[in-house]
């Protein structure tokens, strides 16, 4: 089998051309494709899977899958496939937005997977099955270009220092980095601000800075969605620290925006790699589906050091 590598953009990202995920793949392949994930972060395969076996088979190469914890979301005969759509009235979503003027289902800022716990899953791979007639566009930004560009003073500055997270549902409370117009729209389906909790999540800490493994990269490791604080730093300096550095990490001129086709698969590095969602409108209908890529890149712990860091617990996808 022949992969022709096409950059996604100038930013980040390949297409791979010429996998043929009708049939098992065999070892050169797989190796071919791995290896162009390591090198980009995020890989793009046009119309190329068009079962959820095709979606499956693509998604273990990359590693094992763990099933996501929002079980109503699963498909009741494959743990491992979870569903994310939208239709009018009927909507797996909590909370509407309102971001740049326009009401918003579906929108999620800019963050990785599962900051809000100490286990990092290594990646996820979606298939987008029925694509938004309007918006609907996931976004990616490159971590390990974002450390790059910092200047040589904020490399240093950051080197050992560590981010406290804590789970928040709650889009609009002040997340660094996301839009300072953002609001929820009321009347919806979320808990959110009635004085209910409704995540348990005891709060991580993950370091600023990690080394990928692989090349020896550096990577800007700030989830903007989750992040509260620097751990021992005074709360006026974490915070204007944390709003410079996610300010520099999420600059759209570095992102990448997928605008999706039906049978289109993205597989993204989420040790690496930032995302994002547009959301679409709320009137319209939108359905993908999403494995999860296993790992824990064994850095992160819990802030409370009773708790340990590889107990049973909740596990969520973001």
């Not at 009741?76 to 937005?97: E, F, I, K």
């Not at 903007?224 to 915070?239: C, I, K, Q, T």
Request: charged share 25%; net charge negative; aromatic share 8%.
């Amino acid at each position: 089998m022949s992969i022709e590598r096409i950059p996604l953009s100038p930013q980040l990202g390949l297409e791979l051309r010429g996998v043929d995920l009708s049939h098992p793949l065999d070892a050169q392949t797989e190796r071919e494709i791995v290896d162009a994930w390591i090198d980009a972060g995020v890989l793009l395969f046009r119309d190329a899977a068009h079962s959820p076996d095709e979606h499956m088979r693509l998604s273990a190469i990359f590693g094992e899958m763990e099933p996501a914890a929002t079980k109503q979301l699963n498909d009741p005969d494959n743990p491992y496939l979870m569903t994310l759509s939208h239709a009018p009235g009927r909507s797996g979503y909590q909370q509407n937005y309102v971001v740049d003027g326009v009401e918003r289902a579906g929108w999620l800022g800019w963050h990785w997977d599962q900051s809000f716990m100490p286990t990092i899953v290594r990646g996820a791979c979606l298939r987008m099955t029925q694509p938004a007639r309007a918006m609907g566009e996931t976004g990616f930004i490159d971590a390990v270009a974002a450390y790059a560009r910092l200047s040589e003073d904020m490399k240093r500055r950051i080197e050992n220092l560590e981010v406290v997270y804590e789970f928040n549902p709650d889009f609009a409370s002040g997340q660094f980095g996301f839009p300072k117009d953002i609001r929820a729209v009321t009347g919806g389906e979320s808990q959110v601000g009635r004085g209910e909790k409704v995540f348990d999540f005891p709060p991580s800490v993950h370091p600023l800075v990690i080394t990928q493994h692989e090349t020896g990269r550096k990577v800007l490791k700030l989830s903007p969605m989750h992040a509260r604080y620097v751990l021992g730093m005074d709360r006026a300096e974490s915070d204007a620290l944390l709003e410079e550095l996610a300010e520099q990490l999420t600059d759209r001129r570095f992102a990448y925006y997928h605008s999706w086709s039906k049978d289109d698969v993205i597989v993204w590095d989420n040790w690496r790699v930032i995302h994002s969602a547009t959301g679409v409108h709320p009137d319209d209908t939108r359905v993908a589906q999403r494995t999860t890529i296993m790992g824990d890149y064994k850095v992160g712990r819990y802030l409370d050091p009773n708790l340990d860091r590889d107990r049973t617990t909740t596990r969520i996808v973001d």
